[in-house]
């Protein structure tokens, strides 16, 4: 058993695919709650979920305002929401202003995430088109958590993964299998 | 890094200068607004507050920047389709409807409304009423003229809602945007029609300690993502004012992720998208 206890993953759309695989290889009854704070078009609010549940073993849920953060959940921020982790590992929702030109903005996931799980958050930022995850990645890094960035020759966009290496020391470099491979360790 | 202890000395200092109460205000979004506050005012934690004490116009500006929530026009179209085949059919035979956008923040979900009620022909027997506890959003929802291209998205829900029919792709409405707003591409805005602007009643109002402040029950409340900005205290206490204040048979309308939890929900019947008042 780990000393993680939460993961917590960002990437833009096109990010899709790693993503998918990622959830796909998880097992049924995996032992921290994941996550995933992803771009994504504005004004498709369907879709996203029941694709990702298609190849996931985890429920995939998007989460209500105050919802306690289980264990053996895949936890998607809803489309036009800002996602925030509050203290006592419950989410909160925010309309406010679109971040870095998104919402949910990933730095505003992580940042809230680092500030309540400390050094008990691995913090992973996919592929991307913009440098949203950056700062998040970094405050990750700071509040003692472990930081991993898709490996950049491997990312389609790889802007994100870039800022956030440019930001912080990160912790791993990881190619997408070997990123499944941490995951699937910490179990 | 702004600390607990600092968003309550803040919270303090408002109160003691005001009958602002943000003590039941959610953790997490307060805190970052308390954050920008002081770098968009380039001060620390201890010049916010001595000005708070000291000043009532900036007081008054404070509570505006940390109340501003963004919505759009047919934000979240699911919603809109269900109250256009499912809710408002139900309320059409009613002489009058009576209609709290609580919150209205900008307006834009005001301007919605008064559109579909007016596709539906229901439009004259609506008595809507918007409030809000920020008096210049209730001005810029009162104005109705937002930007343009920023808002392209707007005109997207628009055809979701108004000129498509989910439930037969068959039938389509030939509704012209120019029935409801004025665009202007030089000007870069959308301004909604005056008959629009003069039907709903606004009024500034605190959902922490005013309650029903007008003369009316109501049909069909909407309250859409503002108590995710309050804590599980302060959303019964919401819930409960919106449940006193709905007819039997009412609706209460929330943020497509906010829900009612607790003791709260038993007044409620919950149906995908909505929630509707119990008998008693």
């Known amino acids: ?187 | 890094m702004v600390t607990n202890e600092d968003v309550q000395r803040f919270i303090n200092s408002i109160q003691a200068a005001s009958t602002y109460d943000f003590t039941d205000y959610s953790e997490r979004s307060f805190k970052r607004r308390v954050e920008k506050l002081l770098v968009d005012n380039g001060i620390d934690l201890n010049q916010l507050t001595y000005k708070l004490s000291k000043d009532k116009v900036f007081l008054e500006k404070v509570v505006r920047d940390i109340t501003v929530n963004t919505t759009e026009l047919f934000r979240d179209p699911e919603m809109w389709i269900t109250l256009r085949y499912q809710i408002l059919p139900k309320l059409k035979k009613n002489k009058s409807i009576f209609i709290w956008h609580a919150g209205c923040s900008s307006g834009q979900e005001i301007y919605s409304m008064l559109i579909l009620l007016n596709e539906m022909g229901m439009l004259d027997q609506a008595k809507v009423f918007a409030t809000d506890i920020n008096s210049e959003m209730l001005e810029k929802s009162k104005a109705g003229v937002y930007k343009y291209r920023f808002n392209l998205g707007y005109l997207d829900n628009f055809d979701k809602v108004i000129r498509e029919n989910p439930y037969n792709f068959e039938e389509k409405f030939d509704v012209p945007y120019e029935k409801y707003f004025d665009i202007d591409k030089v000007k870069d805005t959308i301004t909604m029609k005056q008959f629009l602007r003069e039907k709903a009643v606004f009024r500034k109002h605190d959902l922490v300690k005013d309650g029903n402040i007008f003369y009316s029950k109501f049909d069909l409340i909407l309250c859409r993502n503002v108590i995710i900005y309050f804590n599980n205290n302060l959303q019964n206490r919401v819930i409960d004012l919106f449940g006193n204040s709905l007819y039997r048979d009412g609706f209460l309308i929330l943020g497509a992720h906010e829900s009612i939890l607790g003791q709260a929900s038993n007044s409620f019947d919950r149906t995908k998208g909505f929630y509707k008042k119990k008998q008693f």
């Open chain 1, 1 to 187: 058993m780990s000393n993680y206890k939460a993961i917590m993953i960002g990437g833009s759309a096109g990010s899709f695919q790693v993503v998918t695989k990622i959830v796909a290889s998880l097992p049924k009854d995996y032992p921290l709650p994941v996550m995933l704070c992803l771009h994504r078009l504005k004004h498709v609010r369907s879709g996203f979920v029941e694709a990702l549940s298609i190849k996931s073993q985890m429920p995939i849920i998007e989460p209500d305002d105050k919802d306690p953060i289980k264990s053996g959940r895949i936890y998607l921020a809803p489309a036009n929401y800002h996602m925030y982790v509050e203290l006592g590992n419950k989410f909160a929702l925010s309309t406010e202003d679109v971040v870095n030109h998104s919402r949910p903005a990933i730095d505003l996931s992580f940042f809230t995430a680092a500030y309540n799980y400390k050094n008990k958050l691995v913090g992973i930022i996919l592929s991307g088109a913009n440098k949203d995850g950056a700062l998040g990645l970094k405050s990750v890094k700071d509040a003692g958590g472990l930081t991993i960035v898709q490996d950049p020759n491997e990312c389609q966009v790889p802007t994100m993964t870039l800022a956030s290496m440019n930001a912080t020391n990160v912790d791993h470099v990881f190619s997408t299998q070997k990123i499944i491979n941490f995951l699937l360790n910490l179990a």
